[in-house]
């Protein structure tokens, strides 16, 4: 996780000068400058092909949820909610424009951060356990452990830290999905602005979930009551 903010600094002081240093609308073209045609049909082809392959997913699940959620009470059949779905993307698409996506992409971020919010209060609540209690447990539990320092181990913090860097380097930096909206920014001060506020929420996001890898939801969080 902390590996990240190193990686969100290189983006902001190397890739994004770079980027507005050759007024890059894609950032797939900077590959057509620098490597020629053939780099940047290859880069612009598997960016489109992983987003292709990523909306059909999403689209399965949205329609899925729409489907057993609403539509099944309803008597609708599932090519319903796949029409439905396709038609509330095509108004986001073609309506909304990238000020569209910086609302999205804000609403996200704030139900997201109030979920995580509300869940542990939720669970909390139901474990009739106070949230200064809860703390405790986390601390006495060993899904607290942050640091592991042992180079033979997966999870040691030095390999950790460097490849939490190349993550946020490659799958942010070299994006054009996640840095559509820092490219539209005024100047390269407010994409720069952009990306070191970026940074904070999916650090603080990403340390809450770094243990939700094991057993239910309330040992995931460490509150596992004695």
């Known amino acids: 996780v902390l590996g990240y903010l190193v990686g969100y600094f290189v983006i902001a002081k190397v890739l994004l000068p770079l980027y507005y240093k050759h007024n890059l609308?894609?950032?797939?073209?900077?590959?057509?400058?620098?490597?020629?045609?053939?780099?940047?049909k290859a880069g612009a082809f598997?960016?489109?092909?992983?987003?292709?392959?990523?909306?059909?997913?999403?689209?399965?699940?949205?329609a899925g949820v729409l489907?057993?959620?609403?539509?099944?009470?309803?008597?609708?059949?599932?090519f319903f909610s796949v029409l439905l779905t396709i038609l509330?993307?095509?108004?986001?698409?073609?309506k909304g424009g990238i000020k569209t996506i910086v609302w999205t992409d804000a609403l996200q971020t704030l139900f997201m951060l109030s979920a995580v919010i509300i869940t542990?209060?939720?669970?909390?609540?139901?474990?009739?356990?106070?949230?200064?209690?809860?703390?405790?447990?986390?601390?006495?539990s060993s899904y607290s452990t942050i640091f592991y320092f042992d180079w033979?181990?997966?999870?040691?913090?030095?390999?950790?830290?460097?490849?939490?860097?190349?993550?946020a380097i490659v799958m942010t930096g070299?994006?054009?999905?996640?840095?559509?909206?820092?490219?539209?920014c005024k100047n390269l001060g407010d994409a720069q602005k952009n990306i070191f506020w970026f940074c904070v929420i999916p650090v603080s996001y990403t340390?809450?979930?770094?243990?939700?890898?094991?057993?239910?939801?309330?040992?995931?969080?460490?509150?596992v009551k004695k």
């Open 174 to 184: 070299l994006d054009q999905d996640m840095m559509q909206k820092n490219l539209t």
């Open 88 to 94: 509330l993307i095509w108004i986001y698409t073609f």
């Open 46 to 62: 598997f960016f489109l092909l992983s987003r292709t392959i990523g909306a059909s997913f999403r689209l399965f699940l949205v």
């Open 120 to 140: 542990i209060f939720i669970i909390t609540d139901k474990m009739n356990i106070s949230l200064y209690e809860s703390f405790i447990m986390i601390k006495e």
């Open 25 to 40: 609308i894609s950032i797939y073209t900077y590959l057509d400058d620098r490597f020629g045609f053939y780099s940047y």
């Open 207 to 223: 340390h809450l979930r770094a243990h939700e890898t094991r057993e239910d939801l309330v040992c995931r969080l460490g509150l």
């Open 67 to 78: 489907q057993i959620a609403i539509f099944n009470q309803l008597g609708l059949p599932y």
């Open 152 to 167: 033979k181990a997966g999870n040691d913090f030095f390999k950790q830290f460097i490849s939490g860097a190349f993550i």
